[in-house]
């Protein structure tokens, strides 16, 4: 069973410039997330999605990051403009079913973005 | 709201020591409990998990179990080997915003090294 996948796997832009990120998640997982990893950190949900519906993106900085993910299946997060502190991986996971607490996220290679 | 406290790194032990991360954590409802592993380079992979208290989560001599009355999941080895230097990332999932979200919690990470 092919796992997560993500692209590009490394990314270094100057401040104010635009990027994107792509995830593919597992055949036939209902749910995707983004988590945002700092350095030091543990990684921090920025988004969540159900199908192609947004069920959480409480903690998404709405005013820089938007993500999509059209037709259920792959997606999309981007940042415009990108700042310093937007420095981190990016992380894409899946799941069967989300709203379960008992559902396990299965995580793709992440994304480090440097922010320069 | 939910959160997860593990012991800082790193932790350092040779070959064939027996390993405890300590993992604490806060949770309104009734949480699952994960454990994931970071090797250099690669991405976040579920090392175990448990569902419900008194469960015992294991996997590649791995154990945790989850204690309710100490809100603890405390993840143990007898016997470490050098393939087992990684970041480990305690996490709970609970539900939120009316059970539409099961986002992951994570803890900080704690680095182990071990040497032969």
């Known amino acids: 069973e092919a796992g997560v996948a993500q692209s590009p796997r490394y990314k270094i832009i100057e401040k104010r410039q635009s990027v994107a990120f792509w995830c593919n998640p597992i055949s036939g997982h209902a749910t995707l997330y983004w988590y945002q990893q700092i350095l030091g950190q543990g990684p921090k949900l920025l988004i969540q999605f159900q199908n192609n519906g947004v069920v959480d993106d409480s903690q998404l900085p709405k005013d820089r990051f938007s993500a999509e993910r059209l037709k259920g299946v792959d997606s999309t997060l981007k940042i415009q403009p990108a700042k310093l502190e937007d420095s981190a991986v990016y992380l894409c996971a899946s799941s069967l079913l989300g709203r379960q607490v008992t559902d396990t996220q299965y995580f793709g290679p992440g994304t480090r973005l440097t922010v320069l | 709201g939910n959160s997860v406290t593990q012991m800082e790194g790193p932790v350092t032990l040779s070959e064939e020591a027996f390993l405890t991360i300590n993992c604490t954590y806060t949770?309104?409802?009734?949480?699952?409990l994960f454990w994931y592993v970071q090797y250099p380079g690669e991405g976040l992979q579920l090392l175990l998990k448990a569902t419900k208290a008194d469960d015992k989560g294991s996997n590649k001599g791995f154990e945790a179990t989850y204690r309710k009355e100490t809100t603890s999941f405390h993840l143990e080895k007898g016997s470490v080997q050098v393939s087992d230097s990684a970041v480990y990332f305690c996490a709970l999932s609970g539900l939120n915003y009316g059970g539409a979200t099961n986002k992951l919690i994570f803890g900080t990470g704690t680095l182990l090294a071990v040497q032969p």
């Open positions: 949770a309104t409802g009734y949480p699952s």
